[in-house]
Nanobody
């Protein structure tokens, strides 16, 4: 019903920047949250942040581990959410996923990864 496609990953040197995109297609929802997660091979999935729309308002949050370096934004006309990543570190190397919550879950649930749809992921590799 909803398809999410991530793009923008790649290989960069430490200190560099990347902007990941998550393009959504399918049904449009009035109440929606879009989240970003990452997972390294031997580590648990990590919540990076999300952006939401509910009623006539909305907002975004960023996880404390990446606060000050990562920013979430959106282009609603393009049905696309972005993850801007600055000052990248080797520890940021992971597969990055976007996800969509179409059931108006509480933030505490979204923090645990409770989303309805997931993208395929895009690899980010930070060297040096």
């Amino acid at each position: 019903q909803v398809r999410l496609v991530e793009s923008g990953g790649g290989s960069v040197q430490a200190g560099g920047s990347l902007r990941l995109s998550c393009a959504a297609s399918g049904r449009i929802f009035s109440d929606l949250a879009m989240g970003w997660f990452r997972r390294a091979p031997v580590k648990e999935q990590e919540f990076l942040g999300d952006i939401w729309w509910s009623g006539g308002s909305g907002g975004s949050t960023v996880g404390p581990s990446v606060k000050g370096r990562f920013t979430i934004s959106s282009d609603n006309a393009k049905n696309t959410v972005y993850l801007q990543m600055n000052s990248l570190k080797p520890e940021d190397t992971a597969v990055y996923y976007c996800a969509a919550d179409t059931n108006n879950r509480a933030f505490s649930s979204r923090l645990r990864g409770e989303f309805d749809y997931w993208g395929q992921g895009t690899q980010v590799t930070v060297s040096s």
